[in-house]
């Protein structure tokens, strides 16, 4: 039996015609605006979001109360607040269910989120592919701005806001926020150099807040409940509320769920995600947060005999039993990333897999820093020769070494964002990858039907 | 041949124009309007929208060859995009592919024999739940079978006009249901 939990978010999910404002305003949509903007002085929404220890949603976990802290005080111009909608991260696909079920909740919380930090003008990055996304969100804007929620005068107070939908082109690096900037400004995507950070510097030269869908379509409920009474929500310290979570891959029911931060990657697959897809072929290793995320094996087992370590409550437990948190994640060696696990049985290749995603990363690489194309380039070659019985043993300590190449060696977080999977990979299942280097990659794994027909990949 | 955006799609141009403090901001729309209508982006797109939004044509070229949405060369009347990262490979992904190379005789990035279909891969398009996928024109198909693939594609190749036989160049566009 599936377990239960609070829906707070996705509330209104599955109701008949969500997305239009009809469904969203009998279910609760702009009330929160309406009080927020009434009752609340922009300090103090941004004080509650604070207290909501919320975590940004888009990958790297930054707090998300703090960042709106960065915003200079003493600027002349008035920042913007950029929505990162460019969900493309391997195995993420949560930020899409806001948009498709619940573009109300999204914009409420962007007008509410501009409130909190002076904001006229806010741009709902989007990517093109996603189609039902931006047409539902662009209807919604336009119910929104017929009520007058979205104009000249918000809610009956004096702070102008705009909401526009702005469509991408197809590049993976536009969800980097410098690189989302660049593009949004009718440029190729190619992430700046920092300092200056966004807050101080970002689209049009103008202060700017770059947040993800969820954290945003989450500022509603946070200020309906009070930012401690959400924060408390989820099971961890310094991490708040519910959150989405995704499964993908080898689970009898993939999909995206609503439920407190801190959940196991156990329960994620044997209860929400119904277990593995095949009863005779058992896990082998899972992704946990977006393909950036290096693997996780369940055989393995946490190691923390030292009392001040912070997994010494989850010593000697398998690594999938250790609660899915920012921080828990970082100390087990990997990255909650987006909360959306890629789960893996035994048929498959780690060699296969490792190259399906390397291919990904060569392909996106933006190619402005010479490690970074260089190096993701040359590892999906490497373990192309792999996959093909052409490669050498040598071959596997040269995936590492370059790896350690790319790693921290670029303008963005991309290359280490490549080099963390592939060391995962390697640290966790050597042996398959000396094999590979042997006997290439066995017939029954995920690349037999393309080499089959000449390597068509 | 000189390009010009239909007069119904400049109103939008000038509308697009007030919500960026730059001109050049302009520049990811306009070009999708542009593809829109005229099925790709020639050389005479890249110096409309160099005109319209006083850029240089190496800086609209920059853009167009930078992001894999703009079709550089003429596609056909249906553009399929397979997704073939790791969570729809696991789920027959790759199958879908080969079997659509079969199916249309071509490789990738080629149009299929009866220039009904353009057969591209993408990466991942945020439906990993609903794997395997692919995205035709505007609309993604998800949880599919090789079977139901076939299904989808003789609706769309009975209700596709055979290239050639239509007055202008082609078009991409589909219905937006999708998901």
Redesign the interface.
């Known amino acids: 039996m599936m377990a239960e939990y609070p829906r707070v978010l996705t509330n209104r999910y599955g109701l008949p015609q969500s997305w239009t404002l009809a469904t969203a305003a009998k279910h609760g949509a702009y009330e929160i605006a309406t009080k927020a903007f009434r009752d609340l002085a922009p300090a103090q929404i941004a004080a509650e979001v604070k207290d909501a220890n919320m975590r940004g949603r888009g990958g790297a976990g930054f707090p998300a109360g703090v960042k709106w802290g960065f915003l200079p005080k003493d600027s002349k111009l008035a920042p913007y607040l950029v929505i990162n909608a460019d969900?493309?991260?391997?195995?993420?696909?949560k930020?899409?269910t806001i948009m498709?079920q619940d573009p109300h909740r999204l914009i409420e919380g962007c007008l509410i989120s501009m409130r909190a930090i002076g904001a006229n003008v806010c741009y709902i990055y989007v990517?093109?592919?996603?189609?039902?996304s931006i047409?539902r969100l662009e209807a919604a804007i336009e119910e929104a701005r017929d009520k007058g929620y979205i104009g000249s005068k918000p809610f009956g107070v004096d702070q102008p806001m705009?909401i526009?939908v702005?469509?991408?082109?197809?590049?993976?690096i536009c969800g980097e926020e410098t690189s989302l900037l660049d593009?949004?400004?009718?440029?190729?995507?190619e992430p700046r150099l920092k300092p200056p950070f966004p807050a101080v510097k970002g689209a049009?030269g103008a202060p700017t807040i770059v947040n993800n869908v969820e954290t945003i379509a989450s500022v509603p409920d946070i200020i309906r409940m009070g930012g401690k009474v959400w924060s408390d929500l989820g099971k961890l310290p310094r991490d708040g509320g519910t959150r989405l979570y995704?499964?993908?891959?080898?689970v009898k029911r993939?999909?995206?769920f609503e439920a407190p931060v801190g959940l196991t990657l156990r329960e994620l697959i044997y209860d929400l995600g119904g277990g593995m897809l095949h009863n005779d072929r058992p896990l082998k290793a899972v992704?946990p947060g977006g393909?950036s995320t290096p693997v996780l094996r369940p055989d393995e087992l946490v190691h923390a005999p030292d009392d001040k370590h912070p997994l010494h409550a989850w010593h000697g437990k398998s690594h999938i039993d250790v609660p899915m948190g920012v921080d828990t994640f970082r100390a087990l060696g990997t990255m909650l990333g987006t909360c959306?696990a890629?789960v893996?049985d035994t048929s498959?290749s780690m060699v296969d897999?490792a190259r399906?995603?390397m291919r990904?990363y060569a392909?996106?690489s933006?190619g402005q820093c010479t490690p970074c194309r260089e190096g993701s380039g040359w590892l999906h070659d490497v373990l192309d020769n792999l996959c093909a019985g052409k490669g050498k043993v040598e071959d596997v300590q040269l995936l590492v070494d370059i790896s350690n190449n790319m790693m921290g060696n670029t303008i963005c977080a991309f290359a280490d964002g490549t080099a963390m999977p592939m060391l995962g990979f390697v640290q966790k299942f050597r042996q398959e990858f000396v094999e590979a280097a042997t006997g290439g990659v066995p017939s029954h794994t995920?690349?037999a039907?393309?080499r089959a027909?000449g390597g068509?990949? | 041949m000189t390009f010009t955006l239909s007069a119904e799609s400049e109103k939008i141009v000038d509308e697009l124009l007030t919500?960026?403090?730059?001109k050049?901001?302009?520049?990811?729309?306009v070009?999708?309007l542009c593809q829109r209508q005229a099925g790709h982006v020639s050389r005479e797109v890249i110096d409309y929208v160099s005109n319209r939004?006083d850029?240089p044509t190496s800086?609209v070229q920059?853009?167009v060859t930078?992001?894999?949405?703009?079709h550089q060369h003429p596609v056909a009347p249906n553009v399929i995009?397979v997704c073939?990262?790791?969570?729809c490979?696991?789920?027959g992904g790759?199958?879908l592919?080969?079997h659509l190379?079969?199916r249309f005789g071509c490789?990738?990035n080629e149009n299929s024999k009866d220039g009904k279909f353009t057969l591209k891969t993408?990466?991942?398009?945020?439906?990993?739940?609903?794997?395997p996928m692919v995205?035709i024109n505007?609309?993604?198909f998800e949880n599919l079978t090789i079977e139901s693939l076939d299904r989808i594609l003789n609706e769309i190749a009975a209700r596709t006009a055979i290239p050639g036989t239509t007055t202008t160049g082609t078009t991409t566009t589909g219905t937006?249901?999708?998901?």
């Open positions: 969900e493309g991260e391997p195995g993420t696909f930020d899409r498709e990517r093109c592919e996603l189609v039902t047409a705009q526009y702005h469509m991408g082109a197809g590049a993976y593009s949004l400004e009718g440029k190729r995507g049009f995704g499964v993908s891959g080898h993939p999909g995206v992704i393909s959306c890629i893996m498959v897999a399906n995603l990904f392909h996106e933006c995920i690349g039907t393309a027909v068509v990949a | 919500r960026y403090p730059t050049r901001a302009a520049c990811l729309p070009l999708h939004l850029l800086e920059g853009v930078f992001y894999t949405m703009y995009w073939r990262t790791l969570s490979d696991l789920r790759r199958e592919q080969v190379q079969k490789g990738l993408a990466e991942c398009l945020a439906a990993c739940g609903q794997a995205q505007d609309e993604f937006t249901k999708g998901g």
